[in-house]
């Protein structure tokens, strides 16, 4: 048996744009009837949604499921950790890849030491610092896969979030760093340390997120961003993001529920979004 391929990390490096999808219900069901949509790539949350590594491996099984199911029309999986850096977030992501992650989206990445750190956390040695338990993983299919360890670092794909001033200040050495595949920018968290907290939308904050979406495309990465508005979306498509979530699943459930009781009772509120 072949080492899996990673089509999400083929797409970008090819420079073909990824429509995705945020998961943040932590529920292996609605994560499998996701995951048959559509969508190139669902992010699963584990930074801000309840999400550990048992339920996140449900999710990933669910995601296999309708890869199953589907063939072609399924998305990949992209999963968030809690962190990255530090001997903590080494030890994290090394079990986030072993449960069979093949894409990690890593928050809070600041400096290009840091986005260094990240890189070899997903790596087998002696290009990185991956701890070697393959007959363990899910990854490896428990050693089925016999050629796992010496595959595996050229399917793994590394994705880490900007979203401070100072990682926009440092943006151009991580975009740079060996090993990183993309570069997400977060809004949200960026407008905070703008001095914008709640605003995403105020001009500094989108001039900022369209020279990172330049910056990072000139240092020859893959630009992500979330943006639950069309406008918003399209803008950040136009300018070159190759990764691009177009929606949140707790909003859409959120909304589509709140819609369906406006149709029966007067005086219901309307759903608000972030408008990233």
């Given at each position: 048996?072949?080492?899996p ?5 083929q ?10 999808l945020?998961?943040?219900l932590?529920?292996p069901y609605?994560?499998?009837l996701?995951a048959g949509?559509g969508y ?9 949604a309840p ?5 996140t491996l449900?999710q990933?099984?669910g995601?296999?499921?309708?890869q199953?199911?589907?063939g072609d ?5 992209v999963?968030?950790?809690p ?12 079990q986030?890849?072993d ?5 990690l ?10 986005a ?7 790596r087998?040695p002696?290009?990185g ?14 050693n089925?896969?016999?050629?796992y ?5 050229g399917?793994?794909?590394v ?6 001033a100072l ?11 060996p090993g990183?595949d993309?570069v997400?920018?977060g809004?949200?968290?960026l407008s ?7 605003n995403?939308a ?8 369209e020279?990172?979406i330049a910056?990072?495309?000139k240092?020859?990465?893959a630009?992500g961003i979330?943006?639950t508005?069309e406008?918003?979306a399209?803008k950040w498509?136009a300018a070159g ?8 699943d ?5 909304s589509?529920a709140q819609?369906?009781?406006g ?7 309307a759903a608000?979004?972030a408008?990233?």
């Open positions: 048996m072949k080492t391929h990673n089509p999400f990390k797409a970008l490096a090819e420079g073909r744009t990824q429509i995705g945020w998961a943040a932590a529920s609605s994560t499998e996701l949509i190139d790539w669902l992010l699963l949350d584990g930074e801000h999400n550990d590594l048992r339920s449900g990933l099984q995601v296999a499921s309708a199953h199911a589907f029309a399924r998305s990949h999986p999963v968030r950790v962190l990255g850096t530090g001997e903590a977030g080494t030890a994290l992501i090394k986030y890849l449960i069979g992650a093949q894409t989206l890593v928050p809070m990445v600041d400096t290009p030491e840091q260094a750190q990240v890189a070899a956390a997903c087998y002696p290009a610092v991956r701890g070697m338990g393959s007959s363990l993983a899910r990854s490896a299919r428990w089925a896969h016999p050629r360890v010496h595959e595996a670092n399917q793994v794909c994705l880490v979030q900007a979203e401070t990682a926009m200040r440092h943006l151009d050495a991580i975009a740079a760093t990183v993309g997400f920018i809004p949200a968290d905070a340390s703008m001095g914008h907290p709640g995403a105020h001009p500094d904050v989108q001039a900022a997120i020279q990172g910056r990072i495309l240092a020859g990465k630009p979330l943006a508005s406008p918003r399209r498509l993001a190759l990764f691009v979530a177009v929606g949140i707790t909003a859409l459930l959120a589509g819609a369906l009781l149709q029966f009772k007067e005086g219901t509120a608000s979004g408008g990233y």
